[in-house]
């Protein structure tokens, strides 16, 4: 997870401006929950469906490069993209609430994520102690366990109830990328040949909005991690060339702009529109400590 810049996006015009479809939901929407006040078990959420037109799907792609919000997975090229409310429009799980329905064409709380962090699906979690065969082979088993947000948004804050209450009185464990740094919360582990994702630790702990959002929206899942192994694979497989190149250093310019072309390359894995870019960001600043010092040691100027 990396943080994205929605002010750098214009808002789609089907919800900013908004369109009549918009509109005309938003209001048979605050009329169908105004006579279900108080809100009670047996009643059912409001079938939304105008919050997703194709200009709020170009926006979305924009905002996070076409990956999802959360995971990084690409989703734009293999449809298994989602518009996704960041706070729940339908409901909140473990709580008596009939979910945040006045933010349902909200854009600022509108995400692009993918099929499995949206849904409560069944998936394999990988723990740091699991080998890349023991993960290969437990792909190939039935998952028992449902992972996924869905409905799941546990605050520690005061819960707003309409549109009427502060948002900003709640503390919301799921870490928004728009409005807070995930490189805060979230770590890698490049210990082994798994790349797993960890709460930051601090002096109290570790951090509670990492260990959430990675247990909620199980970012170690099986098939998430064997697919960030293969972009590892890659940024070890440049780095290893370029650590060749450096030693093999005889003095000589041309082999010195290959080095910083090189460099540039895998630089390149840490953009919003590649996947998995905030673990190549958090795998290059490791190497670039290691550049750094290899290049004050040749007695070169800053690349
Ligand atoms: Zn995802």
Redesign the pocket.
Known sequence: MRKLERDKVPAPTSLDAPSVAVSSEKAAAAVYYGARIPWQKTHVSYKFSQYKGNDVKGALRLLSGGN??????K?FGNGSREVEHYRPKGGVDGALHPGYWWLAHDWNNLLP??????KSLKQHIVSPSMSLAEVESLMSTTPKHLYGKAMKFSIRGTRAVGHTCLLQLEDPLLINPCEQDPKGELRWNFSTDLPLIEPTVGPNGASIYGKYTIET?ALNRAA?VLDRVSTLKILKYRRDLIIDRMNKWNGSLEMLEVIVKDVESLTHHADLSQPFSAMAAAYIEEFENHLEQWRKAQGLPPF
């Not at 999802?68 to 997975?73: M, P, T, V």
């Open positions: 999802c919000a959360y995971c990084e997975s989703i994520t993918c099929r499995d962090c949206n929206c998430l």
